[in-house]
């Protein structure tokens, strides 16, 4: 009882730092939940525009056409045909795209040569589209003047094909018209919590009762070895109870109900309690591995930002390719991350997806049993020290 005190007072002492972690939780996902709240598309995808210059130089059917699609399309502004005005607009971000239309387009389009010309901000992506959009259209033209059709005709065939609205049905695979829900999002920021918490919080603990004399009072002590070591894992499951706890607590009342209004909550509760068990074999090993507190630190921001980062936290797993993706499967957030992906998306799951989350979890485990074994043979080694 009296190591397990010892071990709760130096916890006492970090509390703050617990709480500052899950503090910065808790703000940056109220904080991405807002903007997407408040920026996000709500009633369905919605293109965007640019400003777009037209300079027709030859006014026949072609240029019409394409001139009524910009109008439908983008926002049409009008400018001078000269070359010092449109570098202008151009410079001070009045127009992004500059549409050419030369003289005798249609005769350079049957010819199969470039028929129109454009200038553009540099670099800029929407300008790109415009220019895909141009194109597309002229060589729809192009197609079917080649079937024998007149050039007006194939400029009406080609407006009221581009024009024609499309019906867009979303799959509903997981109950939510095809989107997470909010608690989701709060769990995939979870591991950031955690790993903090858990490391500037336990690895002190571990610090602490690797000081010199601490450790030789301790080894001299009528406490059996055994109970020591019970302690700290009582210590451990303690704290990372509570915050796991705390976590969920506060998903319910952010959320009115949060997870337990899923039909997956028990899936959730495993993922995240699994990701704090890896977030106390991080923190034991850390506390080994450092020798001062801004070792402590320096490993904290590593470890937690790295495999937040890495580990689709972060950054979304679709965005991890190449390298980057296939060594982050070999992280324990990046099957957090997955397994979460899947409850978000899902509402029943398969049996195939059933087989992911399982390897998941396990992996995860694995991962966390590798710390733990990894530390009990550093310390072993640093108890047998001399002096």
Known sequence: MTVFKGYFLIIKRNLFTILMYIGIFVGVTAMIQLSYSSGGVKDGFSAAKINVAILDRDGGELSSMLGKLMEEQQNLVEIEDEEQVIQEKLFYGDVEYVLVIPQGVEERLTKGENAVQSMTVPDSISAYYVEEQVNSALNEVRICLTSGLSMEKSCEIVYDAVMRPANVELIDVNGNNGTRESYNSFFSYMPYAFLGAAIMSMSLVIMEFKKKDIRRRVQSCAVPFFKQNAALVAVF?????????????????????????????????????????????????TGILSSSSTMLSALNNIITLGLCFLGGVFVPLEMLGGTVGKVSQFLPTYWYSKINGILGDYSVISSELQKTISSGVLIQLLFAAACFAVALALKKVQLQEKS
């Open 237 to 285: 499951a303690l704290v990372g109870t509570a915050v796991w706890g705390i976590c969920m607590v506060l998903q319910v009342l952010m959320y009115h109900g949060g997870i337990f209004k899923s039909p997956h909550a028990g899936l959730y509760l495993l993922n995240s309690g699994v990701m704090m068990v890896v977030s106390l074999s991080l923190a034991f090993l």
